[in-house]
């Protein structure tokens, strides 16, 4: 073989060979559903007792839907998904959808993580870590730091006392989503 046909021989083996590694690499970074979202603004309503929520902007980069299913907090007994409708709060059942490309917005008066049962009184400048554990099993680490918010009151259900805001639940009522 002369020294031209070696030359290209060997070329068309190394465009081969990166056309080879560009697809492995490209098959290789399929991100989880945790991997594919990005926190921004966590934080949580200070409280003494019993229950609060957390908030957060979550933004989906990833090319597919991500659903959040459940969470978990050193701080708190239970974390659930909530969202309100028509003014009342109610367990979100089939998790928190985030759209590819898209965001999902957990704020006041709107979608949420209720921390519940909490361990200890939650103060204003302190952090709280949740866990939140995604339709694929992945899990994403989200630090929330502690804020004052008053907030309006609201109806959160067949309690006796509902529609007499924070009689309600005295933590929870207060800090409303509204």
């Known amino acids: 073989m002369n020294s031209v046909a ?4 060997l070329a068309v083996t190394a465009v081969s060979a990166t056309a ?3 697809i492995g690499c490209s098959t290789s970074e399929t991100k989880t559903q945790a991997q594919s979202i990005t926190v921004q603004d966590a934080w949580v309503k200070a409280v003494d007792a019993d229950m609060t929520s957390a908030f957060a902007r979550l933004t ?3 090319g597919a839907d991500a659903r959040l299913l459940s969470a978990t907090s050193p ?7 909530h969202e309100v409708i028509d003014g009342r709060m109610q367990t979100k059942d089939d998790g ?14 709107a979608d949420h993580l209720m921390l519940m049962d909490l361990r200890e009184p939650l103060t204003p400048g302190s952090d709280v870590e949740i866990l939140a ?10 630090t929330a730091q502690v804020r004052d918010f008053a907030g309006a009151e609201e109806d959160y259900g067949p309690d006796p006392h509902a529609g ?6 005295p933590d929870h009522g207060a800090e409303s989503h509204g």
Request: net charge negative; no cysteine.
């Open 6 to 9: 070696l030359l290209r021989t």
């Open 20 to 22: 080879l590694l560009g």
């Open 60 to 62: 989906n980069d990833g």
């Open 75 to 81: 701080v708190s007994g239970e974390v659930e998904i």
């Open 96 to 109: 928190l959808l985030i759209p590819a490309g898209g965001v999902a917005e957990l704020h006041p008066g």
């Open 133 to 142: 554990t995604f339709e694929d099993g992945s899990q994403l680490p989200i």
């Open 164 to 169: 007499h805001g924070a009689d309600a639940h």
